[in-house]
């Protein structure tokens, strides 16, 4: 299946390191979502676009900051990373209100030292 | 109170066994409820939807229960291959939202 892509799907970096996540979404869906999964934890909804604008960010750290080019690419970008963000993260899509189903992509597990 | 509940688990059952999982929330003007399935280190993927009249999918029968505001989630002859955790998903406090439940653990053995 590859309605939703990630890359990379695996990361690892140092606490001074300056990463990039990618999403990208073939569905041509108008809504796409970041969520950590930590060990443990439910999901936690990070950040959400529809139809490009930055419509909900749930009170994540500045360290994590998002793009929305366009309706089909996501990206997170991180810097300054503390080892308690070490988690899957996961992109999201949905048709359009943000009640829709999401289809996920599957993940990048990201482990900062 | 939790958003979104469910209990961890894990639901040890054996093959062609029937489970049953639940789910409470808090939000009672949630309008749109959802199991989603996730694998061992994969991606959650949609289930079913949850429909106010109860619905059923194959050996997969969803109930909504406004009155109480718990979803359930029944699964007949179980399968190896259902082995999973079930996530719960509704509504968020904030409106628009989709909230995840913890998830439900199910291991279904030989």
């Known amino acids: 299946e590859t309605g939703v892509t990630q890359t990379p799907r695996h990361l690892v970096m140092g606490m001074t390191n300056k990463k990039s996540l990618k999403c990208e979404q073939h569905l041509g869906h108008n809504a796409m979502y970041w969520y950590k999964q930590s060990a443990k934890k439910p999901l936690e909804l990070m950040f959400v676009?529809?139809?490009?604008?930055?419509?909900e960010n749930n009170s994540v750290p500045s360290r994590f900051s998002p793009e929305c080019p366009n309706s089909s690419h996501l990206f997170l970008h991180l810097h300054t990373l503390q080892p308690e963000d070490s988690a899957l993260y996961l992109c999201?899509?949905?048709?359009?209100?943000?009640?829709?189903?999401?289809?996920f992509g599957p993940g990048t597990r990201l482990t900062v030292l | 109170r939790k958003e979104v509940e469910q209990d961890p688990g894990p639901f040890n059952v054996p093959e062609g066994a029937t489970v049953a999982f639940n789910c409470t929330y808090s939000?009672?003007?949630?309008?749109?409820f959802f199991w989603y399935r996730q694998d061992c280190r994969k991606e959650p993927k949609l289930l079913m939807s949850?429909?106010?009249s109860g619905n059923e999918d194959g050996r997969f029968t969803a109930q909504l229960n406004r009155a109480s505001q718990y979803i359930s989630l029944l699964i007949r002859d179980s399968k190896l291959s259902d082995s999973a955790t079930y996530l719960c998903?509704?509504?968020?406090?904030?409106?628009?939202?989709?909230?995840f439940g913890g998830g439900t653990r199910l291991m279904v053995k030989p």
């Open positions: 676009y529809s139809l490009e604008e930055r419509v």
């Open positions: 998903v509704v509504n968020s406090d904030a409106g628009n939202m989709l909230t």
């Open positions: 939000n009672s003007a949630s309008q749109s």
């Open positions: 999201a899509s949905s048709q359009a209100s943000m009640a829709d189903t999401q289809y």
């Open positions: 949850v429909y106010s």
